[in-house]
């Protein structure tokens, strides 16, 4: 059988409903079209994220590309020819690197999604206008997969009217973009035209495949911030706009899992096929996570919990005339449960197989006070979020997150949405679960 029906047969059997949840998740086939861009530099590591991930991968290149980083180490990388020419390119799976068959058609068939990284601003023109005169070109136009690119040039090449006319003709046909990022660029200017960094692009193009990954599990969610009562109309809570775990939720949902989302204060709307349920403070938070727990296989806790709730609130409210002239209020605090600790116990005790991931969130020692949390809560990763920035945690759409693990070692993400870092995060504990079962 060649290697493409075997790939093709994978995906049938992914694809049957019958299939066991406990199945490893099959790889899926990403074509890396890399064109001739300093950012080139970066491509083997983009390989390596995508293999890390469970993928297969196959690079093309431009040939000027092939300046820019050598064939011979994204073929060493992927085990697979890495090929510049329109002829005498290898078919995909063969590992005669000389085999004259082509195939531009047969690598576009195979792909699932095709990358292209660098993006440059030429090689964009070229796919906006519908050319086909070398290895990439060809792949770009024969395949039906989706497409990311992941531009990276100067700042001014970037801002041109040309560019820009045709990032909008090709994001009409459905191209997907990340980045590019701003910084220095290699040119020298300052801007925006850097290449997102490999660990962006891997976590696009989860999002751009799609997957059934989760099939067959149930993932328990929390997200958005417990309100403790003080009186009939003030709370205590947080700034938690539930962002976050909502992007866990949907991410989880759109890879076949079955998810409950355990909402705190939140003015979000439910994702597409996610059962939500509503609470307030901390101790109701706790009442609905043990009701879902039994069920659930996965379980991410993003939401942002009081640790400490008032220890009598009132009924009614509290006028200010009842108090003294010029008079404050005391208010007694009293510790909420560890919601997290208690689900980590919970699954320990029944031997239960269940990931369980943990959000930090952190305003300084981020990763120390990571170290020793996980350790305290028993999790099997938490995700630290430095919360003194501005663009990460709390109400914003990005978050720069490190993946902390019970032994300590730490995986930090760059900057990255927060759909993103959830793509990220799935794929990470789906890594997990696969070495637990
Ligand atoms: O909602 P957004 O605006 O998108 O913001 C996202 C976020 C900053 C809220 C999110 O990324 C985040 O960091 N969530 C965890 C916030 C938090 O409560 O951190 P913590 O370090 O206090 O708690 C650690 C873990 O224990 C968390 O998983 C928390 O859910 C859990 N916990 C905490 C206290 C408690 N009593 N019970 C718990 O289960």
């Not at 660098?118 to 023109?125: G, K, M, Q």
């Not at 490999?198 to 958005?224: K, N």
């Not at 355990?262 to 996610?274: F, I, M, Q």
């Amino acid at each position: 059988m060649t290697q493409d029906r075997q790939d093709r047969q994978s995906q049938d059997q992914r694809q049957s409903p019958g299939r066991s949840s406990r199945k490893r998740a099959e790889p899926r086939r990403i074509v890396v079209a890399v064109s001739a861009g300093i950012a080139a530099y970066k491509v083997p590591e983009l390989v390596r994220e995508l293999t890390r991930a469970g993928h297969a991968v196959r690079c093309v290149l431009t040939p000027r590309a092939t300046h820019f980083v050598s064939p011979l180490v994204l073929e060493t990388l992927t085990g697979h020819p890495a090929s510049s020419s329109l002829f005498g390119t290898a078919t995909p799976g063969s590992s005669d690197t000389t085999a004259a068959e082509i195939d531009h058609i047969a690598l576009a068939d195979w792909a699932e999604l095709v990358i292209v990284a660098p993006a440059t601003a030429d090689l964009l023109a070229r796919m906006t206008a519908g050319m086909a005169d070398d290895l990439v070109t060809a792949v770009l136009l024969a395949t039906r997969a989706p497409v990311l690119v992941a531009p990276a040039m100067n700042v001014n090449m970037w801002e041109h009217p040309a560019t820009r006319a045709n990032l909008e003709t090709l994001r009409a046909r459905g191209v997907r973009t990340v980045g590019p990022d701003a910084g220095e660029l290699a040119c020298g200017w300052e801007g925006q035209g850097r290449m997102s960094e490999p660990v962006a692009i891997a976590a696009a193009a989860s999002l751009a495949l799609g997957s059934d990954s989760l099939s067959g599990e149930v993932v328990l969610v929390t997200a958005g911030g417990t309100r403790e009562p003080i009186d009939a109309v003030r709370s205590l809570t947080n700034r938690s706009s539930g962002r976050m775990g909502f992007a866990v939720a949907a991410e989880a949902a759109r890879r076949g899992a079955t998810v409950v989302l355990v909402a705190g204060a939140t003015a979000l709307p439910t994702p597409p096929g996610v059962r939500r349920v509503d609470v307030g403070s901390a101790l109701e938070m706790r009442d609905a996570v043990l009701a879902e727990l039994p069920d659930a296989t996965l379980v991410v806790k993003a939401a942002a919990v009081a640790d400490f709730r008032p220890a009598n609130p009132q009924d009614r409210k509290i006028k200010k005339e009842s108090l003294a002239e010029g008079g404050g209020i005391q208010l007694e605090l009293v510790p909420n449960p560890d919601i997290l600790a208690e689900v980590c116990r919970l699954t320990k005790e029944q031997g239960s197989h269940r990931v369980i991931v943990g959000f930090a969130a952190e305003s300084h020692d981020v990763i120390e006070s990571a170290r020793r949390k996980i350790a305290r809560k028993g999790c099997h990763l938490l995700v630290a979020n430095d919360v003194s920035r501005s663009d990460a945690g709390f109400d914003v759409d990005t978050n720069a997150v490190h993946f902390v693990s019970p032994d300590g070692e730490v995986e930090d993400l760059p900057l990255l949405s927060k759909d993103e870092v959830a793509a990220h995060l799935l794929d990470r504990v789906a890594k997990i679960r696969d070495g637990l079962r």
